[in-house]
């Protein structure tokens, strides 16, 4: 018998007519675009983020380009961001023209290693054609970077802080979320993420009015905004006073409905993901190179629950002949894709980044997954190592 990786369907189940209610809702409406759940759904996101204000936006990505345009970053500009991560992080740099310098993990966490980034940045400023601005930390299978160690070496060398928690949106360190220490905090709601949508979306998490005001202009087509329009008078919509080069990255009405009833669970759902994590780490010990290690005082989402064997492939192949998916994040680090090679490398390049992609291993994940199933991979694992 087979299971699902991420059972999205289990969670529907539950909330199916609130769903169904939601939809309907805005159906009956006709405020398909910026309708007033959007709104209502990012002041809740920003309750749930521990922050002043929220922006939502098309997608995860478009999230990490929105305060890079915000912060005007282009060419000449150094940004810091793993190379184990998905495309999305290094991505829109040089989208903006800006320089990503892929910088290594720790063995542990598969976050970012303060000290390599101390390491690049040292070398950045040495070779002397850049220009350090922006760190982008990323919170990797859902729990949170040395966000502590991070935001101290951004205060030193005068850099901004982007936490891109995309997997990680709802994780805490110390019981702060990630924009604690980051100027912003990022999110996606693609579906098989921990607090997903049935689409694409984003947001991006702020404490800073102007910079909430700057990214709402952008994500408009540049339209002017509340700063913008200072000692004088437009009589017309504002979008079509375009004040700078902006783009489309509106997340739908339908979305955020959507967004409104699952954020209502949410919490629940994280505190399910614990006792998954938990059995796991408990059933599989001794019986692979590394279950996944959290960081002292921090909470993961477990967008992923991620464990490291020296014949991953070989796991893989007969856990799938058990009717146990898997997959691997990452197979191919991003400094060593074809579009991404030319990029600086933090000192001493990413011996730990290339190890771990040889490893790592993605085990089913999801608040749902009962103890029966969750013992039939435990078992399956068991089975293999003989
Ligand atoms: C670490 C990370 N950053 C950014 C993104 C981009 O999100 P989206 O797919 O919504 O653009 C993703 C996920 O897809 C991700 O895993």
């Keep these: 018998m087979s ?31 910026m309708g007033p759940q959007v709104r209502e759904f990012e002041a809740r996101l920003a309750v749930f983020g521990q922050a002043k204000l929220a922006l939502s936006c098309a997608n995860g990505t478009d999230a990490i380009a929105l305060p890079l345009m915000a912060w005007g970053i282009g060419p000449g500009d150094a940004v810091f961001c793993p190379s184990f991560t998905f495309a999305a992080t290094p991505e829109v740099v040089p989208w903006v023209g800006a320089t990503p310098v892929f910088v290594d993990i720790l063995e542990d966490t598969f976050n970012l290693d303060p000290a390599k980034l101390e390491a690049a940045i040292a070398g950045v400023k040495a070779d002397g054609k850049l220009a350090p601005k922006v760190v982008i ?8 970077a040395d966000y502590p160690a991070i935001k101290a070496i951004c205060d030193r060398e005068g850099l901004k802080l982007i936490s891109d928690s995309a997997q990680g949106f709802g994780c805490t360190l110390e019981g702060q979320h990630p924009l604690h220490w980051a100027d912003v905090a990022t999110t996606s709601f693609f579906p098989a993420k921990p607090l997903g949508c049935y689409g694409d979306g984003g947001a991006v998490l702020t ?3 102007d910079l909430w005001d700057l990214m709402d202009s952008f994500r408009v087509h540049g339209k002017a905004v509340a700063p913008d329009l200072v000692g004088r008078t437009f009589d017309h919509d504002t979008k079509y006073l375009n004040t700078r080069i902006g783009m489309n990255s509106r997340l739908d009405t339908i979305q955020a409905a959507i ?3 699952k954020l209502s669970i949410f919490q629940e759902e994280i505190d399910l993901r614990q006792v998954v994590a938990h059995r796991y780490a408990e059933g599989l010990k001794g019986a692979v190179l590394a279950t996944p290690g959290v960081i002292a005082g921090g909470v993961s989402v477990w967008a992923q629950y991620v464990i490291e064997h020296g014949n991953r492939d070989g796991l893989a192949a007969h856990l799938k002949t058990q009717g146990v998916p898997t997959a691997v994040y990452y197979p191919v680090p991003m400094h060593v894709q074809a579009p991404y090679a030319a990029f600086p490398r933090g000192v001493g390049g990413l011996p730990v980044t290339e190890a771990k992609a040889e490893t790592v291993l993605a085990l089913p994940m999801h608040p749902y997954l009962g103890e029966a199933d969750q013992q039939r991979i435990i078992d399956a694992i068991r089975a293999f190592n003989g």
């Design 3 to 33: 299971m699902s990786f991420i059972d999205l369907a289990a969670q529907q189940r539950r909330i199916r007519g609130q769903i169904d209610a939601a939809i309907a809702s805005v159906l009956d409406s006709g405020a398909y675009v």
């Design 137 to 144: 930390a990323v919170d990797l299978f859902g729990q949170p």
């Design 207 to 209: 404490n800073d009015q």
């Design 259 to 261: 967004l409104i009833e």
